[in-house]
C-alpha cells in the first residue's frame, strides 16, 4: 500500500509538471486573430454562460463568412470561468499570456469586479457581455460593455406600463429579498415609480422559495394599486402573479428580469397573461443583422435567439468591425500585441455599430449607449399552457 | 520564467491560500469535530480587509452616526486613509487587517463555539453550515457590505498578482509550522486523544469543551486572516465568498490529502486546486490529437471528479497519512 501510494502521488505530481512544461512551450499561432471568449462554461451560472458562447460563434462564423477582418479570419479562444471569482482570474489570465486582442466576459458582474483590473493592467480591451451592475466600465479604461446595466433597461417598463394605463397613480412594489439581481432591480424600479410622481405603496418582502403570498398581498390590494412591479425569480413570480389576481387584481403587472423567461407560463398558466417585461433584446427587430442573426440561431438551436446569446453576437461584432477600421488605418501586420490591444480599445470606444441589439456607441468610459430597447407583454394562448412573448415598443 | 509567472502566478497563491484555508478546516478535525465554519470566517476575514481598506464605513454624505460611533468611525477614517489611484496599499495595513480579521474571528469562534461544539459530528456540522449561511444573508443585506454585489475595487498592495506571495507564502510556513508543532506538544495530544475517543480522554483529565473551542478558535483565527488577504488578492468580496460550495470543496481537500497529519490537507488543497486549471492548459497542448485537446477542454471537471472518486476509494485515509514519514524516522508511535 505505501509504495502503490508514493507512486500515485509521483505519477499525479510528475504529470502536473509535464502538462505545465508542455503548456510553456506552446507556440503563438499569428495567422487567424484570436479573440478571447471567458464566459462560464461550468457551474450553476452555464446556463447563461452557454447561451453566450453559442451567440460568440455564431458571430465567429458569421463574420468570418464575410471576410473576417479585411480577409484575415478571427478565431475565438474559449476559456471557462466557472462560476467564481478565481476562475474568472485564471481564465483571463490565461487569455492574457495566450495573446489575444481582446477578451469578451466574463458573465457575472461580481466576476468582473475581480478579473477585469487584470485585463486593465495588462492594457487588453475588455467587452462585457452581461455585466449590469452599477461601476463596472469604471473599472479602467479597457473595460467596456455591450449590456444595459439594470438602471437604464427597467424603468422602460415602467414607461410603458403608463403608455397602456395613462392613470396609473398607485404602485405596489414587491421583491425576493434573498435574491440578489432582484435586491438591486427593485431598487431601479422604486426609483424609477418615486421620479414618475406615483405613489409607493409600503414595499413587500417575500422569499425565493415562498409560495404563499397571501399576507403581502393583504397588505398592499385594500390600498387599490394600479400598477404592481415584482422583481424575484420564474417560479416565485409565478406564484405570486397567480395569487394576485385570484385575490382580484386586475391591474397592469410588470415583471423583472427574474420573470424574463418561458418558465414562468406552466406557474401561473392562464393568469400569466399580461404580464410586462423589459428586454435589452428583441428577436423581433426588424434589422439586417438581426434577421441574419435570429435565422442563424433558430437553425441551430429551434428556439428564438434570448438576450444573452444576442449580447454576445453583438460583443464579438464590436471588436470585428473595430479591428476592420484600425486594419484600414494601420495595417495590423505592423504593429505587436500591445500596440494592438491599445489601438483596438480605442478604435471600440468611438465606433458606432450595428449590431443586432439595435445600434451601439460608447461613452469614452466604455459604458455602453444602445439607442433602442423593448418591452414585451406576456400573451398565453387559450388552453393556458403555452404562450409568448409579445413586444410593444 | 516570466512568462510562467504571468500565466501561473495567481495560481500558485491560489494554492498557498487553499492550503491555509484547509488547514484552518484541520484544526478542528484534529480534535475530531466536523466543522464546516471555515468559509464563514474566511468570508468575515475578507469583509472586515473590503471595509477597511475600500472604507465603506464611512457615512454616507451628509448624514451622521450617533456620537460614540461617529468619532470612532471618523479616527478608523484616519487610520485607514483613502488610497490615491494607482498607489500601492500599505503592506503594513494589510498586515494589521489581516491581525484585526484574526482577533474579531477568534472572538466569534469562541462565542460561536461554546453553545455549538456541544453538538456531535453531523450535527455540529448543520450547526456550522447554519452559521455560514448566516454570515451569507447577512452580508447579502448589510449597505455596509455592499449588498449583492459586495465591495469592489480593492486597493492592491502588490503591482502582480504573484507578488503576494511575500505574505501568503509565509503565512503558510508560519501555519504549517504551528500545525506541525501542535501536533507534538500536550495540547495537540489532547486533541488528538478527544478525536480517539472522547469518554476516555475526559476521564483522563482532558477537559473536552475547552480543547474544542481551543481548536475551533485557532482554525478561525487563521481563516479569518487569510480571507483579510485574500481579499486583497481576488480584487473584490462579496456574498459569493464564503458559501456551503466552500465548505464541501476545503472538507474535500482535507480529506483527499488526508486528516491524520499536517501535512495532508496542504497536499490536498495543492492537488485539487491546481488540477482544474492544469487541465485548462494541457489542451491547448501543440500535437496532442484534436479529440483529446476536445476532451480535455470540455471534460477537465470530469476527469477532475474521477481522480476524487478514485483516490477516495483507494486512498480511504488520504493521500499522505502518517506511516508514509514512518521509514524516515519520523515514528513516534503516537498513535
Known sequence: MRFSRKFFLLVLVLTLAALVGLQLTTAQDQAPIQIGVAVAQTSNVALLGQEQVIGAQIAEAFFNERGGVNGRPIQLVLQDTAGDEAGAINAFQTLISANVVGILGPTLSQQAFSADPLAEQAGVPVLAPSNTAKGIPEIGEFIARVSAPVAVVAPNAVAAALDINPDIKTVAVFYAQNDAFATSETGTFQETVTARGLTLLPVQTFQTTDTDFSAQITNVLPSNPELVIISGLAADGGNLVKQLRELGYTGLIIGGNGLNTSNVFPVCQALCDGIIIAQAYSYQADTEINRAFVEAYTAGQGKNPPQFSAQAFAGIQVFVEALTRLDNVIPLETLDVAQTRALLNAFILTGRYDTPLGTLTFTRDGEIIQAQFYVAQIDMADDGQTGQFVFIR | ?335
Request: aromatic share 12%; net charge positive.
Open chain 2, 1 to 335: 520564467m516570466n512568462d510562467f509567472i504571468n500565466t501561473y502566478g495567481f495560481l500558485i497563491i491560489s494554492l498557498v491560500l487553499q492550503a491555509i484555508l484547509a488547514l484552518s478546516m484541520y484544526l478542528p478535525l484534529m480534535a475530531g469535530q466536523l466543522s464546516l465554519a471555515t468559509p464563514g470566517f474566511y468570508a468575515i476575514g475578507g469583509y472586515v480587509a473590503a471595509i477597511l481598506s475600500v472604507r465603506t464605513f464611512l457615512p454616507a454624505s451628509g448624514t451622521t452616526f450617533p456620537e460614540p460611533l461617529q468619532s470612532f468611525v471618523l479616527w478608523l477614517g484616519t487610520v485607514f486613509p483613502a488610497t490615491p489611484q494607482g498607489q500601492a496599499f500599505p503592506v503594513s495595513l494589510l498586515l494589521v487587517e489581516m491581525l484585526i480579521a484574526g482577533v474579531l474571528c477568534g472572538l466569534l469562534a469562541i462565542i460561536v463555539g461554546l453553545p455549538a461544539l456541544r453538538l456531535r459530528g453531523i450535527y455540529l456540522a448543520l450547526a456550522t453550515i447554519a452559521f455560514v449561511e448566516i454570515v451569507r444573508v447577512v452580508s447579502l443585506n448589510l449597505p455596509i457590505t455592499g449588498g449583492s454585489i459586495g465591495i469592489f475595487g480593492i486597493p492592491q498592495p502588490y503591482p502582480t498578482k504573484f507578488e503576494f506571495a511575500w505574505i501568503a507564502v509565509p503565512f503558510l510556513v508560519i501555519v504549517a509550522l504551528f500545525v506541525y508543532r501542535l501536533e507534538r506538544v500536550r495540547v495537540g495530544r489532547a486533541l488528538v486523544s478527544l478525536r480517539e475517543d472522547e469518554l476516555a480522554a475526559a476521564a483522563m483529565g482532558i477537559n473536552p469543551t475547552y480543547h474544542k473551542v481551543l481548536a475551533f478558535t485557532l482554525g478561525a483565527v487563521i481563516a479569518g486572516a487569510c480571507g483579510a488577504l485574500s481579499a486583497h488578492f481576488i480584487n473584490t468580496w462579496n456574498a459569493r465568498q464564503g458559501t456551503f460550495d466552500a465548505s464541501i470543496l476545503i472538507l474535500a481537500y482535507v480529506i483527499i490529502g488526508g486528516s491524520r497529519t499536517w501535512l495532508g490537507p496542504i497536499v490536498g488543497a495543492f492537488l485539487l486546486t491546481a488540477l482544474p486549471e492544469v487541465l485548462r492548459g494541457a489542451a491547448d497542448v501543440q500535437g496532442i490529437p484534436t479529440f483529446l485537446a476536445q476532451f480535455l477542454k470540455d471534460g477537465r471537471l470530469i476527469i477532475f471528479g474521477l481522480l476524487i472518486a478514485f483516490s477516495t476509494l483507494f486512498f480511504p485515509q488520504g493521500l499522505i497519512t502518517p506511516n508514509l514519514f514512518k521509514r524516515r524516522g519520523g515514528s513516534e508511535g503516537e498513535r
